[in-house]
């Protein structure tokens, strides 16, 4: 499979560097290509320099057109138009621009001859919104797909996983994510108020798409989840605090067997960590068995960890 990365910002970069740290890994993926408009000695010095996930242990050099890493060559290209490039032979477009939410941008590399797109993100251009672990079914033969948000990813097979073993009747989430790159670092006009402020300085109460996305990736408990969001000043590592209304009651050791056995994009820890601890974590999810909750009324309380960036990137 021939894979074209467009756009090489977080998510671009986390994408390369799973796959260029452990090809063996993705057997028969080869990423041919990446386009983004920085100058290609930009995009080598922070795929190299990582604030987050520390230097590249490999090596990365310019060669002409081409991006170097581990001594594979990967043709680097700059334009704002991915049309405009010729494709033809790529399998998959790898659409990690953040703004192809609408046709003209998520179609751009099928205009320039790739069979298929995969965007790293909410689209409404987008065929079928699949997570891995949720509802892996219900991707065929489409050629515009959405690998849904990162908070998507975590909550939709946990969520899938509580609703097969116990019926999920409604509930609540809370995602404490660490802050993006759509907040500023000093306090400026915003839309939103709350997300006009520092982001490294204030916890910061806003949304999520993650419930509405959870409705379309599980539309079988459709309307019974909400969400929300607390931005918090971490540069990576987020977590779902989930409490659910089931319709069998269950034990906190029986849900916490569940997740042991789940395997998969679920992961667990015995362990009293923190966030900085799951760092580079590739599961979608590592679910906390310390902080599973039961109440006497019958609410299920469940927390779990996600690397909102290294996890993502290795479910693309």
Same mark, same amino acid.
């Given at each position: 499979?021939?894979?074209?990365?467009?756009?090489?910002?977080?998510?671009?970069?986390?994408?390369?560097?799973?796959?260029?740290?452990?090809?063996?890994?993705?057997?028969?993926?080869?990423?041919?290509?990446?386009?983004?408009?920085?100058?290609?000695?930009?995009?080598?010095?922070?795929?190299?320099?990582?604030?987050?996930?520390?230097?590249?242990?490999?090596?990365?050099?310019?060669?002409? #057109?081409?991006?170097?890493?581990?001594?594979?060559?990967?043709?680097?290209?700059?334009?704002?138009?991915?049309?405009?490039?010729?494709?033809?032979?790529?399998?998959?477009?790898?659409?990690?621009?953040?703004?192809?939410?609408?046709?003209?941008?998520?179609?751009?590399?099928?205009?320039? #001859?790739?069979?298929?797109?995969?965007?790293?993100?909410?689209?409404?251009?987008?065929?079928?919104?699949?997570?891995?672990?949720?509802?892996?079914?219900?991707?065929?033969?489409?050629?515009?797909?959405?690998?849904?948000?990162?908070?998507?990813?975590?909550?939709?097979?946990?969520?899938?996983?509580?609703?097969?073993?116990?019926?999920?009747?409604?509930?609540?989430?809370?995602?404490?994510?660490?802050?993006? #790159?759509?907040?500023?670092?000093?306090?400026?006009?915003?839309?939103?108020?709350?997300?006009?402020?520092?982001?490294?300085?204030?916890?910061?109460?806003?949304?999520?798409?993650?419930?509405?996305?959870?409705?379309?990736?599980?539309?079988?408990?459709?309307?019974?989840?909400?969400?929300?969001?607390?931005?918090?000043?971490?540069?990576?590592?987020?977590?779902?605090?989930?409490?659910?209304?089931?319709?069998?009651?269950?034990?906190?050791?029986?849900?916490?067997?569940?997740?042991?056995?789940?395997?998969?994009?679920?992961?667990?820890?015995?362990?009293?960590?923190?966030?900085?601890?799951?760092?580079?974590?590739?599961?979608?999810?590592?679910?906390?068995?310390?902080?599973?909750?039961?109440?006497?009324?019958?609410?299920?309380?469940?927390?779990?960890?996600?690397?909102?960036?290294?996890?993502?990137?290795?479910?693309?």
């Amino acid at each position: 499979m021939r894979v074209f990365i467009n756009g090489f910002g977080r998510i671009g970069r986390s994408v390369l560097r799973a796959w260029a740290a452990n090809p063996a890994q993705w057997p028969g993926l080869d990423v041919v290509g990446v386009n983004d408009i920085a100058p290609p000695e930009m995009c080598a010095h922070l795929f190299e320099y990582d604030s987050v996930f520390g230097p590249w242990r490999g090596t990365v050099a310019l060669d002409g #057109g081409a991006l170097v890493v581990n001594g594979r060559a990967i043709a680097l290209h700059q334009s704002a138009d991915l049309s405009g490039l010729d494709l033809r032979g790529v399998d998959v477009v790898m659409e990690c621009t953040g703004r192809a939410d609408c046709d003209d941008v998520a179609k751009g590399g099928l205009r320039g #001859g790739a069979r298929r797109v995969l965007i790293s993100g909410p689209s409404q251009a987008a065929e079928v919104t699949v997570v891995l672990g949720a509802n892996d079914d219900s991707l065929t033969n489409q050629t515009l797909v959405s690998n849904a948000s990162c908070t998507t990813n975590a909550l939709a097979p946990l969520v899938r996983l509580i609703h097969r073993e116990w019926g999920v009747v409604t509930g609540s989430m809370t995602t404490i994510h660490c802050y993006t #790159g759509s907040q500023p670092t000093v306090d400026a006009p915003a839309a939103d108020y709350a997300r006009s402020r520092a982001a490294a300085l204030s916890m910061v109460p806003t949304t999520t798409s993650a419930s509405r996305l959870l409705d379309r990736v599980l539309p079988e408990i459709s309307g019974r989840i909400e969400g929300s969001a607390v931005r918090v000043p971490v540069a990576s590592v987020s977590c779902v605090d989930l409490v659910v209304m089931t319709e069998r009651r269950m034990t906190v050791p029986q849900v916490n067997a569940a997740f042991h056995a789940a395997g998969g994009v679920i992961g667990v820890t015995d362990r009293a960590l923190v966030s900085t601890d799951l760092r580079a974590r590739p599961e979608s999810i590592v679910m906390a068995m310390p902080e599973t909750r039961l109440t006497a009324g019958g609410l299920l309380r469940v927390f779990g960890w996600y690397d909102n960036e290294w996890g993502f990137s290795n479910r693309m």
